[in-house]
């Protein structure tokens, strides 16, 4: 067999560049593509995970090895205990598990790892469940009873108002302005943060999923649920002038106070749409009169430092879902899962290359 | 026993050899597209780590295959270089093909996560919960997608050089069997 065969009609073969201009373009081709997929080339400023969290980044100044947001929290464990009301929604394992092990962390909203606790409107709670099938449940709650912005374009806008001005160090009020102008959704979440009163502890606060989930039983059927941990702690309001004279660390210092004397408890109650009620969009809060029903209860018995605790080096993805419990199409319940992915890369990178001393409670090398 | 080199692949290597191209530049293109989207990450995510598996699986058994089975020879006229350069890309290939379903699953092993294949199957941990081994393998695994995919493109290159350009039977000895080589 040789190199060049000769043409049909038996004159010496034409050298054309065709053929390689061919495979040039096949090649620069499928390049072009693949750069477009990873969202490099193609429509400026797409909004990809890594920019997202470049976003959030922006907002606050570098934390090596701190979560991008609720940056601030201590890890906790206890166990959680369904009921049967619970089992005949979900055929998940910890629904029917006596006494499933839990892996949680208390956090605060924000940036700093360093914040002051009690100045936090926004408190946090989440979860890991693993139940002894080998499947896992991981939750991510808030204290706000719905989300501030309908949808990702509108969280973005809402994450980029808050990146201060290099001329001030301070966000642009006029920025935060024109966001709330736009969105009701952000105007009633507004009133929710001037207007609700504040607890005196991580343990006599609710939390809530704000996402919708299905939970499918046995039978196959599909219920749509938001779920909320409602505290059996007494609420204790904290008023302005007492969070002003909390210490830096008061969230923090009294749960180890509490936990000192018992274990804390939350009910998991579910609540259950009616026809029309909104399932993709969290920033449509489900009217106060829904059906209700209590599935399970949770038990924290200890608490760590986020440093040095179990809880560091997790990932509390919403969308970790064991069979038995399935995503909504909520588009911004799809986000949290990159973004989380991104922002964990990028912390673990930090303390596995040692430039996170503080995050992890290391004396830094000098 | 034929001594005579065969001018085909076998049927085996041939079938694994289309199936996992689709299948890796699937997963290539799944990737990418995954780490990037906002929307898609949660459905794609689903795909990638039971078709990652299965790159796994097919691969082990196409190495087994080609280990076994003498593959036809490179045309004697190809130049040495270019000869060299096939046989790197096509080891390089099979270290990537072993290598990235077997860095997924250590990575998500050390970054904590459950290994979800479909529906409650899950494959165990083979790494234990470590933030330097996920940094580690999270970087890797990303840098030897690209390092995949720009072997896949050369080889393709190289394949359709051969078809369209050199015309010296290399692509027609993966593209068929000996059945209809008539000219032999």
């Not at chain 1, 911004?332 to 040692?354: N, P, T, W």
């Not at chain 2, 072993?98 to 998500?108: A, D, F």
Request: aromatic share 8%.
């Amino acid at each position: 067999m040789t190199s060049q065969m000769p043409t049909p009609d038996g004159r010496p073969p034409r050298r054309s560049l065709l053929p390689l201009a061919a495979i040039g373009l096949i090649a620069l081709g499928g390049a072009a593509a693949f750069a477009w997929a990873a969202g490099w080339i193609g429509s400026s400023g797409r909004l990809t995970s890594q920019r997202f969290v470049d976003t959030i980044e922006a907002t606050g100044a570098d934390h090596p090895g701190f979560r991008r947001a609720h940056s601030k929290g201590v890890c906790v464990s206890g166990s959680f205990q369904g009921t049967a009301e619970g089992v005949a929604l979900s055929s998940a394992r910890a629904f029917s598990q006596a006494a499933v092990p839990v892996l949680g962390r208390m956090s605060i909203g924000g940036g700093d790892p360093h914040g002051a606790d009690a100045a936090a409107r926004v408190r946090s709670m989440a979860l890991l469940i693993r139940t002894d099938d080998g499947q896992q449940w991981r939750m991510a709650m808030n204290s706000f009873p719905f989300f501030g912005a309908p949808t990702l374009e509108a969280f973005l806008e809402q994450t980029r108002a808050g990146i201060p001005d290099p001329a001030t160090g301070k966000p642009d009020p006029a920025k935060m302005a024109a966001f709330l102008a736009r969105y009701p959704q952000a105007r009633r979440f507004q009133a929710w943060a001037e207007s609700a009163r504040w607890s005196d502890s991580w343990a006599n606060t609710a939390y809530n999923g704000v996402h919708t989930f299905h939970f499918i039983n046995t039978n196959g059927e599909r219920q749509p649920v938001r779920w909320s941990m409602r505290p059996q702690a007494p609420f204790v309001e904290m008023d302005k002038a007492k969070r002003e004279q909390a210490s830096a660390d008061y969230l923090a210092e009294e749960l180890d106070r509490r936990l000192a004397t018992g274990p804390l408890r939350w009910d998991m109650v579910v609540t259950l749409p009616d026809a029309g009620d909104a399932l993709d969009d969290p920033s449509q809060p489900w009217p106060e009169t829904r059906r209700q029903v209590t599935v399970g209860t949770l038990s924290f018995e200890q608490a760590q430092p986020q440093a040095t605790g179990p809880c560091r080096d997790v990932n509390f993805d919403p969308l970790i879902l064991p069979t038995g419990i399935a995503a909504s199409d909520d588009p911004i319940l799809a986000a949290r899962s990159g973004v989380y992915a991104q922002s964990f890369f990028r912390r673990e990178r930090e303390i596995a290359s040692g430039k996170a001393s503080d995050a992890t409670d290391q004396e830094a090398s000098p | 026993m034929n001594s005579r080199p065969p001018a085909h692949f076998n049927l085996l290597a041939r079938v694994l050899h289309w199936s996992m191209a689709v299948l890796i530049l699937t997963m290539l293109f799944v990737g990418v597209t995954m780490v990037a989207s906002l929307t898609l990450r949660p459905m794609l995510i689903e795909l990638h780590r039971p078709i990652g598996i299965a790159i796994l699986l097919l691969a082990l058994l196409r190495l087994g295959n080609r280990l076994t089975h003498r593959p036809p020879p490179l045309p004697a006229d190809l130049p040495a270089i270019q000869k060299s350069a096939a046989r790197a890309s096509h080891w390089v290939l099979y270290a990537l093909m072993l290598s990235m379903p077997l860095i997924g699953w250590g990575m998500l092993s050390a970054g904590g996560y459950p290994i979800v294949m479909f529906g409650s199957v899950s494959l165990p941990a083979i790494l234990p919960h470590s933030p330097t081994l996920f940094a580690l393998l999270r970087g890797a695994h990303g840098l030897l997608a690209y390092l995949l995919f720009a072997t896949v493109l050369l080889h393709l290159s190289a394949a359709l050089y051969h078809a369209w350009v050199r015309r010296d039977g290399v692509f027609a000895s993966m593209a068929r069997g000996p059945g209809r080589d008539a000219n032999r």
